[in-house]
């Protein structure tokens, strides 16, 4: 890993093992991109990247060359207007309505490791030798705005972080209506965009689409990353796969509203642009202020999107997620939400968690109902004490007792939330999300406090460190249960109403930041709706997350699937519910129920009571199966075999660093009758091992397996009275391998 500074040619050269990244001062000052990729050689100069042809009809800056045209210049800082006709990375409006700006280069720093980003979420280094930053300050001279723009390579990781920080050094108040995280013109356009999309309990799809000449886009507007996209892209080459061939995964490390696009001009040059989404932002920036964009993560991976997702989950997993939990194997959980819903008192909680206890379980959460005047969705939120009528010993009482079987307590809070049924409405009216004038609407009956104010942040995080000092919790369930309309704060001028979006998520930030840094051993698990915040800005408070509030073993498959594309398993909160599923009404078997939620950080959240004891005796069974395999499951390397999206079966597995132990999970949804035989070829093995397969005789080398596949028919492929158990929809199987030396 190594940052050079070619001082004559004006190059920045950053380069890891993977990856190269190149930058040249133009000739104008401002500076331009000349190669993002696979690592290649140093040299002193690379200028023969930009290519020049004096094309008509273009902007040029130099009255006697028409060769040099911002429109067809490949930049790191773009901006509109100034003959780029692209949609560019920053836009400053000033006080005399003037929208331009020119930024040029005036220095730059390369520093060890990697500078924190304050207030924000980023990924981090343990210590210098893990990274190394290169700084470069731009300067637009009419209004003394700088731009400093900080690039960090890993030494590890195929990945480069970015983000930008402006500030104003003129003497002139002046408003930043874009401020992207990353731009990158790319030279080509010749990829597939892979983007991961859906909504409410269908969370994650990955759909692809080839960028033509226009805007491919995705980006959420609804104050969080949202159901419906996800701030990470992907931008393929049309052959690749998961084995071989290029990727650029593009993540944002923002929980707000977001936009991600690849701009393709008439020439199939492709900008990629990410940050912030524009629309309804604007930052004002008085002389001396400075604004810090969000940090976004490109990786580079020429062996397919499998390599590109297993760095991603190790940078995720560990130079983003925090804390002591970040590296140890998640608690098996019990969550009471589809066990009661809302129908519970203490008698009741507790006898579940001895039936969890008796299962092996080691953590009761206590979902949504405990506080204030809540019984349903109607009211209460906002007041974060326990109801005394359901709650006679409080939340102490009740961890107590929960500690005292041998188990740990957790708690869920949905602290931006509010209902107006609550006292907490009735005493901060003003504290609402809300448009003077206009009526606020509500979701799912509640409301969003404005978590722009200190002061609202302030009185949730005297409420919630009560509650987490005064009682025994070892884990926080943080859930947000609504989109944000109405987007206005009472305490903010006119001329600050653009900063309310973003200030809410640096609100959100800051309560997790000082409770994460209060009880440092909570595990926090976040949520919004299940899967409507699953963005890398949680991870780095909470190293877990509730994928989906659809907990359908099916659907699980295609909603973990998608989510590993740029997410770790050990960031998937999964949980085996009952049958019928609540969501689906489809009836699996408890045994894929268990196989696809291992493929998580592992729970139960259905009510024990009801199962017979045979049932029981198999959660008992998974439950130590997971203690057994959990750390292998959650933190080895993953690797995708088949999609749930393309066929009848899916299948994908996890091999230790070691490449002594892997776990596959195969999955066959609808029963089939008379059917091929089938193979899985495994990956990520050591070709030249001898795997035993648990359960069997069989022992294979890692080559037969990757090349001729596992063999995995079973009575759908022909009659087979009695060799194996008979088939059903929705069954699928574990297969263990270790190492046979
Ligand atoms: C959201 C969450 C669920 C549950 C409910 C409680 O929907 O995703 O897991 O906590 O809220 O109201």
Same mark, same amino acid.
């Given at each position: ?106 220095? *730059? ?5 990697? @500078? ?6 980023? /990924?981090?280094? %343990?210590?210098? #030798? $893990? =990274? ?91 104050? *969080? ?5 996800? @701030? ?6 049309? /052959?690749?796969? %998961?084995?071989? #061939? $290029? =990727? ?113 379980? $080691? ?379």
């Amino acid at each position: 890993m190594n940052i050079v500074y070619h001082a004559k040619s004006k190059t920045f050269h950053l380069y890891n093992d993977r990856l190269s990244y190149i930058m040249t001062v133009l000739r104008n000052g401002h500076l331009g991109q000349l190669y993002c990729g696979a690592r290649i050689h140093d040299r002193e100069d690379f200028s023969y990247f930009l290519e020049f042809a004096p094309r008509a009809m273009s902007a040029c800056p130099y009255e006697n060359d028409r060769s040099f045209s911002l429109e067809h210049l490949r930049q790191e800082l773009p901006s509109f207007g100034t003959g780029d006709y692209r949609d560019g990375a920053v836009e400053v409006f000033q006080e005399d309505g003037s929208r331009l700006t020119d930024f040029h280069y005036v220095n *730059h720093q390369i520093t060890p490791g990697k @500078p924190k980003l304050n207030g924000l979420p980023a /990924t981090y280094t %343990e210590s210098d #030798g $893990e =990274a190394m930053t290169l700084l470069v300050t731009l300067r637009d001279d009419l209004t003394g705005v700088t731009a400093e723009l900080s690039y960090t390579i890993f030494r590890d990781f195929g990945a480069l972080a970015r983000s930008v920080r402006y500030s104003n050094k003129g003497d002139r108040p002046v408003t930043l209506t874009r401020a992207m995280s990353l731009c990158l013109d790319l030279p080509d356009c010749d990829y597939d965009w892979l983007q991961f999309s859906g909504c409410w309990t269908r969370e994650r799809k990955p759909v692809c689409r080839r960028p033509e000449q226009g805007i491919t886009a995705v980006g959420s507007r609804r104050g *969080h990353s949202s159901h419906e996209q996800n @701030p990470f892209v992907v931008l393929k080459r049309p /052959t690749a796969d %998961e084995d071989q #061939g $290029e =990727a650029f995964g593009l993540s944002l490390v923002y929980s707000g509203n977001f936009l991600i696009q690849a701009e393709v001009d008439a020439h199939s040059t492709l900008r990629l642009l990410a940050g912030i989404h524009p629309e309804g932002f604007g930052w004002l920036l008085k002389p001396g202020e400075s604004f810090q964009t969000p940090e976004a993560v490109l990786v580079y991976a020429d062996r397919g999107l499998g390599d590109m997702s297993r760095t991603f989950h190790r940078l995720y997993g560990r130079r983003l997620a925090r804390g002591v939990w970040r590296d140890q194997p998640r608690p098996i959980l019990i969550n009471n939400w589809e066990a009661t819903y809302f129908d519970f008192n203490e008698d009741k909680l507790l006898r579940l968690a001895r039936q969890a206890k008796d299962c092996g379980i $080691e953590l009761f959460v206590l979902d949504d109902g405990w506080f204030g005047r809540r019984t349903d969705d109607r009211a209460g939120l906002g007041d974060w004490t326990p109801n005394p009528a359901r709650l006679p010993n409080g939340i102490q009482g009740l961890a107590e007792k929960i500690e005292a079987l041998g188990m740990r307590f957790g708690l869920w809070f949905e602290p931006e939330a509010v209902n107006k049924n609550s006292a907490m409405y009735e005493q901060h009216p003003d504290w609402l999300l809300a448009t003077p004038g206009r009526t606020p609407s509500q979701g799912r009956y509640e409301y969003l406090l404005d978590f722009s104010r200190p002061e609202v942040v302030d009185n949730l995080h005297a409420q919630m460190a009560a509650i987490l000092g005064g009682a025994k919790v070892s884990y926080v369930k943080w859930d947000m249960n609504r989109s944000i309309s109405e987007c206005y704060s009472a305490a903010l001028p006119p001329g600050r109403q653009g900063e309310v979006y973003h200030r809410y998520i640096l609100g959100v930030y800051d309560l997790y930041e000082r409770l994460t840094k209060e009880f440092p051993h909570i595990l926090f698990e976040s949520c919004a709706s299940g899967g409507g915040r699953f963005d890398p800005g949680m991870l780095y408070y909470a190293p877990q997350c509730w994928t989906s509030d659809n907990t359908d073993a099916v659907e699980r498959l295609r909603i973990q699937y998608g989510t590993s594309f740029c997410y770790p398993v050990s960031s998937m909160g999964a949980h085996v519910s009952a049958v019928p599923n609540h969501q689906m009404y489809r009836v699996t078997p408890l045994e894929t129920r268990a196989n696809v939620a291992c493929f998580g950080t592992f729970g139960y959240e259905l009510d024990l009571g009801r199962l017979s004891g045979e049932e029981l005796g198999e959660i008992k069974k998974q439950v130590a199966f997971m203690k057994e395999y959990r750390a292998l499951l959650q933190f080895g390397d993953f690797y995708r075999l088949k999609s749930p999206f393309e066929g009848n079966t899916a299948a994908w597995m996890t091999v230790s660093g070691d490449k002594r132990r892997a776990v596959v999970g195969f999955y066959r949804i609808l029963n089939t009758s008379n059917d091929a035989y089938t193979r899985l070829r495994l990956r990520g093995l050591d070709p030249d091992r001898l795997y035993r397969i648990k359960g069997t005789e069989a022992c294979h080398y890692g080559d037969e397996l990757m090349r001729a596949g596992l063999i995995t028919s079973d009575s759908t492929a022909g009659e087979q009275y009695g060799v194996v158990k008979p088939c059903t929809d929705f069954i699928s199987r574990l297969y263990i391998l270790d190492a046979a030396d």
